[in-house]
């Protein structure tokens, strides 16, 4: 990948070039426009959606934007005080098929000169959101990821850094849970297995160490004991020498931080070989794919994983939500469509919290991000969603998955206290 | 004790893959002293190969007795017959108009032809791991709290018995000898007769052959593969036959059995030992060549090194 890496950046990079080009005159047509015609605007109040909607990572864009779709249009449906009307605004941030900062930050700058625009709903990646949190920042645009898990971009010291033009200002909130907290629940739930000793293996990348240094933290202060923590090699694929190791210490669990990629499916297979078949593997959602339950084949039964959304088919307060959806776009519901339509109704209801302040009349973005920010036990498909300071949800809730016959079946529900 | 011992073990097999891709390089480089960079992916199209073949046969789980035994045989056959043209192939068009070039250009070419071979086989079975069927039972022994399983032993034994044919291959036989003159000096074996076009071709079939049934092997062993496996396994390959001697078959072997046993080694002793066992490895290559430049068994003729 090392070496192909290179041309395809180098595609990439042209390609951005390219649409740069392309959207920026795009940018100042639509500003233009929307000064020139401000009176008939003021009827309209846009929520910006930025999220890969192309390519392979359409998969998981198209339904999560669906969701946001379906909260506009509901809003719009019950009736918007001031004669007012939602308009659901949705930018690509994929570019050649995969998700894109730097396009991504492009599609916030459009947002902004859109003076109709007064939340957004997105990104769906971290990498993406580092690229637009300074300029939400910067315009004061409240924004709300409905899946980006990186704990750096709300935590301070970094996530202060993102903020350039207002440190003291967060624009950003998401309704996902975060990876150190996806480890927390991880290490909670082996501990409720009865599992003692761990040995714990990560793929050494920003997300999979991440993770794998919060379980053991979490782990030990849960009363576990962790036997070894080591790290895998880009491109190793005989774990036999690492798993004899962890065998010779006698654990009752295994833990994964890291992709399927990365070494999850090839350790899982290997386990059997090396007289560690019965010992429980719990992993995070990296390995949360089909490709996990291909690649380990018969060795990925029995195996768990988290994941950093709550399962909607078994929430009861998501009945109504998952019927409306399939109604409205005759799918089943994503992974994410339900956080996106949270995201969403969170900001239709501080837009609407900022109208009625304002004597019916068009709020300012400062209002709408206020607003926002207070945020406390707001009713949802997902539970109730509430920001903390740093822009988290204040509602954790995470779910657990076994590996049974070649299938991964929903376990149980986690919520974390913070 | 007993952890020590299935460490070896684990090493061995680990080391006899190694060595099975090395006697590749070491035979090429040995020639034409070309590195070819392209072979640890032309090790990685003999997993592919098999994999079509036993996808060809409708093979998805374990077999037993005669449909075994000719199963495996006809796959190993196809996987070495397919990549010893494949080298052959690659020779022909890409090297051999290079033959007297500066060293830089079929080095260069040589890359290239791993990027083409990458990406052939990532557009075959796309970028992620493939299961590969376990065709072969793999009954485990356990001696002594050593557990010894059927599959490693099969790694072990074939590299042992490709080693001992490829020696006696080339210093009992007509052509082998014609290889040892060319290796010595072309333009010599070419004034005595000899075909060194032929000879050259001849060579790189036996060495892709031989990394074909490493392919097929590696994909039994490990139950997986995916496009871009050969890189890291050729790279410690031709580390391999660097340690061992480049140039030299037994030494191809001898330091293909020696990185594996040193990456299972340090894995076990050094703590977070997985992500350290690769330096171990390079510093004890780097302390062999600096007391014998030439590698474990390498001659020290001046025009090898």
Redesign the interface.
């Known amino acids: 990948?090392v070496?192909?890496g290179g041309f395809a950046r180098l595609a990439v990079l042209t390609a951005v070039a390219f649409s740069t080009a392309c959207s920026s005159s795009s940018t100042t047509s639509t500003s233009s426009q929307s000064t020139s015609s401000d009176a008939p605007s003021g009827a309209t109040i846009k929520i910006g959606i930025d999220l890969p909607l192309s390519g392979g990572d359409a998969a998981q864009g198209i339904p999560t934007r669906n969701g946001a779709v379906l909260a506009v249009e509901e809003a719009n449906a019950k009736g918007v005080p001031g004669g007012f009307k939602f308009v659901a605004y949705d930018l690509d941030d994929a570019v050649q098929g995969a998700h894109d900062p730097a396009q991504g930050a492009q599609n916030v700058k459009t947002f902004v000169a859109d003076d109709a625009v007064l939340a957004m709903v997105g990104p769906f990646n971290s990498s993406v959101a580092k690229a637009q949190i300074p300029i939400s920042n910067d315009a004061g645009l409240a924004q709300i990821s409905p899946a980006a898990t990186n704990p750096t971009l709300t935590k301070p010291p970094d996530a202060v850094k993102l903020r350039t033009s207002h440190p003291d200002t967060n624009t950003f909130f998401r309704v996902c849970t975060t990876d150190d907290r996806q480890g927390a629940a991880g290490a909670q739930f082996a501990r409720k297995l009865g599992l003692k000793k761990a040995f714990i293996?990560d793929d050494?990348e920003t997300y999979g160490k991440g993770l794998a240094d919060v379980f053991e933290a979490q782990f030990k202060a849960a009363g576990g004991t962790v036997l070894?923590?080591?790290?895998?090699?880009k491109?190793?694929?005989?774990?036999?020498?690492?798993l004899?190791?962890a065998h010779?210490l006698g654990p009752d669990l295994v833990f994964y931080g890291g992709t399927?990629?990365t070494g999850g499916?090839?350790l899982r297979?290997?386990m059997g070989?090396?007289?560690l078949g019965a010992v429980t593997f719990l992993g995070g959602d990296g390995i949360s794919d089909t490709?996990f339950l291909?690649?380990a084949?018969a060795g990925a039964n029995g195996s768990y994983y988290t994941v950093a959304a709550p399962e909607t088919s078994k929430l009861p307060s998501a009945t109504a939500f998952v019927k409306a959806y399939e109604k409205r776009w005759n799918t089943d519901v994503g992974p994410y469509s339900a956080n996106a339509y949270t995201a969403a109704e969170i900001e239709i209801a501080a837009i609407e919290k900022s109208l009625a302040s304002n004597g019916g009349k068009m709020p300012d973005r400062a209002a709408v991000l206020s607003a926002v920010a207070a945020t406390k036990g707001f009713a949802s498909p997902i539970g109730a969603v509430g920001f903390d300071p740093n822009g988290d949800t204040t509602a954790p809730i995470l779910s657990v998955y076994k590996i049974a016959n070649g299938k991964a079946n929903f376990i149980e529900q986690i919520v974390l206290k913070v | 004790m007993h952890?020590l011992i299935?460490?070896l073990v684990?090493?061995l097999?680990?080391g006899g893959i190694y060595a099975l891709i090395a006697l590749g390089y070491t035979m090429v480089y040995g020639i034409i002293e070309l590195i070819n960079f392209a072979h640890g992916d032309v090790y990685t199209f003999g997993t592919f190969t098999s994999l079509a073949v036993l996808t060809g046969l409708g093979v998805s789980g374990e077999l037993h007795g005669p449909a075994l035994i000719g199963v495996v045989a006809l796959t190993i056959v196809a996987a070495m017959l397919t990549c010893g043209a494949l080298g052959a192939l690659i020779e022909l068009l890409a090297y051999r108009r290079l033959r007297n070039a500066p060293r830089l250009a079929p080095l260069i070419t040589a890359i290239g032809v791993s990027?083409i071979l990458?990406?052939v086989m990532q557009l075959w079975h796309g970028p992620?791991?493939?299961?590969f069927p376990?065709v072969i039972p793999?009954p485990t022994a356990t001696i002594a709290g050593v557990?010894v399983?059927a599959k490693q032993i099969l790694v072990i034994a074939l590299a042992l018995v490709m080693m001992t044919a490829l020696q006696l291959f080339i210093y009992d036989t007509k052509i082998g000898k014609a290889m040892r003159a060319t290796a010595q000096d072309r333009d010599a074996a070419q004034l005595m007769g000899i075909n060194v076009n032929t000879t050259i071709v001849v060579t790189f079939l036996i060495g892709s052959a031989l990394a074909g049934a490493a392919g097929f092997v590696s994909g039994v062993y490990?139950?997986?593969t995916w496009f871009?496996?050969g890189?890291?396994?050729g790279l410690k390959a031709f580390t391999a036959a660097v340690l061992g001697g480049i140039g030299n078959i037994v030494g191809a072997m001898l330091g293909g059995f020696l990185i594996g046993l040193i990456?299972?080694i340090a894995?076990?002793y050094i703590p977070?030992?997985?992500?350290w066992?690769?330096v171990v490895v390079f510093s004890v290559l780097v302390l062999v060549l600096i007391f014998r430049p030439s590698g474990l068994l390498g001659e020290s003729l001046p025009e090898k090194v």
Do not use: W
Request: charged share 20%; aromatic share 8%; glycine share 10%.
């Open positions: 990948m070496r192909t293996v050494n070894g923590h080591e790290h895998l090699t491109g190793q694929a005989d774990f036999k020498a690492l004899t190791k010779a399927t990629v499916a090839l297979k290997q070989d090396t007289g490709e291909k690649s084949g | 952890v299935q460490q684990n090493g097999s680990l990027f990458e990406n992620s791991p493939i299961a376990e793999n557990d399983s490990y139950g997986n871009f496996n890189f890291e396994a990456e299972a894995t076990q977070q030992g997985e992500q066992s690769n």
